[in-house]
């Protein structure tokens, strides 16, 4: 599996952006799939993550309440919609994929290539 990000960019506080992961490969579903970001002078962070058939997903704390993941199997593609956006949520988000579930170690059996969000006051 290969991963693909898109979506990041720039936006305003309290404005909302959807990131988007196309996998390429087969056995997507059989992965569970997750977000990571990192800021500027910042170790890499886990953000969110979903199981293989999207029955369970994790956030971390800053996050939960505002973004949503959510995967789509038929499509090869994992989304992650955030919305009231803050600036300290500026960072290179990147998708991941896992044999195990994504639930907050930083840790990936495959990493995509960042998409940059920054969101300004």
């Known amino acids: 599996v290969q991963l693909q990000a898109s979506g990041g960019g720039s936006v305003q506080a309290g404005d909302s952006l959807e990131l988007s992961c196309a996998a390429s490969?087969?056995?997507?579903?059989?992965?569970?799939m997750g977000w990571f970001r990192q800021g500027q002078g910042k170790e890499r962070e886990f953000v969110a993550g979903?199981?293989?058939?999207?029955?369970?997903?994790y956030y971390t704390a800053s996050v939960k309440g505002r973004f949503t993941i959510s995967r789509d199997n038929s499509k090869n593609t994992v989304a992650l919609q955030m919305n009231s956006l803050k600036p300290e949520d500026t960072a290179v988000y990147y998708c991941?994929?896992?044999?195990?579930?994504?639930?907050?170690?930083?840790?990936?059996?495959?990493w995509g290539q960042g998409t940059l969000v920054t969101v300004s006051s």
């Open positions: 979903i199981t293989w058939n999207g029955g369970e997903t």
């Open positions: 490969g087969q056995s997507f579903n059989r992965y569970s």
């Open positions: 991941a994929a896992d044999r195990q579930r994504l639930w907050g170690p930083v840790r990936a059996d495959i």
